[in-house]
């Protein structure tokens, strides 16, 4: 089974940019569909973004389009999510998140899940 670890939250003000990393153990991290998702405090979590085993397909809940970009690197297992042009509501506890199945835009088939990593946006 594939391990998860987050990295590269933080402080950021609004309108600045972030970079999360989570890399996963095992030698088998291209057969996974792979998900970034954040819950803030009160609220539900949120699937903010998937993307497939070779990296071509890619999901974006609304909230985020066009300012997150999620991206992996099977060479290296590990998982991106590029965040740009952050907004205060973007404050949350972000998980990286691995499936076998090949839904990347299904939230429901996410199994193994890491820490997570705090980002924080200030106005």
């Known amino acids: 089974q594939v391990q998860l670890v987050e990295s590269g939250g933080g402080l950021v003000q609004a309108g600045g940019s972030l970079r999360l990393s989570c890399a996963a153990s095992?030698?088998?991290?291209?057969?996974?569909?792979m998900g970034w998702f954040r819950q803030a405090p009160g609220k539900e979590r949120e699937f903010v973004a998937g993307?497939?085993?070779?990296?071509?397909?890619?999901y974006y809940a609304d909230s985020v389009k066009g300012r997150f970009i999620i991206r992996r690197d099977n060479a290296k297992n590990t998982v991106y999510l590029e965040m740009n042009s952050l907004k205060p509501e973007d404050t949350a506890v972000y998980a990286c998140?691995?499936?076998?199945?090949?839904?990347?835009?299904?939230?429901?088939?996410?199994?193994?899940w890491g820490q997570g990593t705090q980002v924080t946006v200030s106005s």
């Open positions: 998140a691995a499936s076998p199945s090949i839904s990347y835009y299904d939230p429901s088939v996410f199994e193994t």
């Open positions: 993307i497939s085993r070779g990296g071509s397909s890619t």
């Open positions: 095992g030698r088998t991290f291209s057969t996974y569909t």
